[in-house]
């Protein structure tokens, strides 16, 4: 009977990771900042004839119900969309309006005093 020495199969696979090197490996997911939409250059240009801005002129021509191409109308009021309606999650968080609440809550009449003046006598 054999006591001891190799035994095949035994022992860790070669090529395995082990924790150390998978914990260096691995990054934190970084909070993606959401991109501006971009306004089409088409659109872009007319509303520069018009003298308007592109959100002006994508709602007026969102709004025309004289305007025979019923797409143009529809994309119009895609592209102007989230810049009248934000998406959930953009702008202040929980935190954030939270202490814009307190803070709104803490002044005016309910704001603290002012500190004492100090005045130094000299004889």
Not at 17 to 26: E, M, P, Q, V
Not at 101 to 119: C, H, M, T, V, W
């Amino acid at each position: 009977m054999a006591r001891g020495g190799y035994r095949s199969g035994a022992g860790r696979p070669k090529g395995a990771k082990n924790k150390k090197a998978a914990a260096t490996k691995r990054t934190p997911k970084q909070p993606k900042t959401p991109k501006p939409p971009e306004v089409p250059a088409d659109i872009q240009d007319e509303a520069k004839a018009a003298n308007l801005t592109p959100l002006e002129y994508m709602l007026k021509v969102m709004n025309d119900e004289g305007e025979k191409d019923k797409t143009r109308r529809d994309r119009m009021a895609i592209a102007a969309a989230p810049f009248v309606h934000p998406r959930k999650g953009e702008g202040a968080g929980k935190k954030e309006e939270r202490d814009g609440k307190a803070k709104a809550a803490g002044s005016g009449k309910f704001a603290s005093g002012a500190p004492p003046k100090l005045s130094v006598v000299k004889k």
